[in-house]
């Protein structure tokens, strides 16, 4: 029987207090993984998850960052690596939140804090933790894109700039570091159900589930199971990829 089993395995979520990272914590806790649960602002939501995680056996610590910020970075990696005394999978998850317009009337700040989230977070995380990774010759770097990135809609630009930005990032590291076992992928979710959906009753949006070949919407655990399974040695040999889970939404072409 083929099962996801990350048993010895460490596991950084970055954003893991959010609608998606808390999941995707929670599932790669239940597949074995010692968790750290990483937060920027909401150390409440972070706490009660450690709480959560604890009380179904998993190690976990919290841990608070700027993710942006090189200095807190570093020290996000001294006190997961000072705890579990290695890492083996990062989730590069967190994100930055803006008001969507066209771009001639998008501030200039927005496409900076973009390019941070989701390029400069992904650089530091890189220099953080793939020496140890290089070291013992296995890693796993999962990060978070969407959808957005191939659908190209307006009023998305600087999300879009930030995510194709990212996946360019990606790409090349996936060919730098694959000579020590480590991969780099990607997950792109579309529209997804999360928590909050299912608390404001509004998991049912008919007009994008009508573009989506599967014609309905995704769900959070679905994520969490892409991630999961790219973490996993079951994805030993994949690398480089841009892994759409939004029910055909998007194809990338060959």
Not at 60 to 66: E, G, P, R, S, T
Not at 171 to 190: D, F
Not at 200 to 223: F, H, K, M
């Amino acid at each position: 029987m083929v099962q996801i089993d990350l048993s010895g395995k460490t596991a950084l979520v970055t954003g893991a207090t959010g609608q998606l990272g808390r999941v995707m914590a929670r599932t790669l806790a239940s597949c074995g993984a010692s968790v750290a649960i990483h937060y920027y602002r909401n150390g409440e939501k972070a706490e009660s998850l450690l709480r959560e995680l604890a009380a179904a056996g998993a190690a976990a610590i919290a841990v608070q960052a700027d993710v942006t910020d090189a200095d807190s970075v570093a020290a996000m990696k001294e006190a997961v690596l000072g705890r579990f005394g290695k890492l083996d999978i990062v989730v590069a998850n967190a994100v930055s939140q803006y008001k969507w317009t066209s771009i001639l009337e998008q501030p200039l700040d927005d496409y900076v804090d973009q390019f941070e989230a989701c390029v400069v977070q992904n650089v530091l995380l890189a220099k953080a933790f793939v020496p140890q990774m290089i070291e013992r010759r296995y890693g796993r770097i999962v990060g978070i894109n969407t959808e957005c990135a191939m659908q190209n809609f307006p009023n998305q630009s600087a999300y879009v700039a930030g995510k194709r930005g990212m996946d360019g990032l990606y790409r090349v590291l996936a060919k730098e570091v694959g000579e020590h076992g480590i991969t780099v992928n990607q997950v792109a979710p579309g529209w997804t159900i999360s928590e909050r959906d299912r608390d404001n009753g509004t998991e049912r949006q008919e007009a994008y589930e009508r573009s989506v070949p599967l014609r309905r919407r995704g769900t959070d655990q679905e994520i969490a199971n892409a991630v999961a399974f790219l973490a996993s040695d079951l994805a030993g040999f994949i690398t480089g990829a841009y892994i759409p889970v939004n029910g055909g939404n998007v194809m990338p072409a060959i």
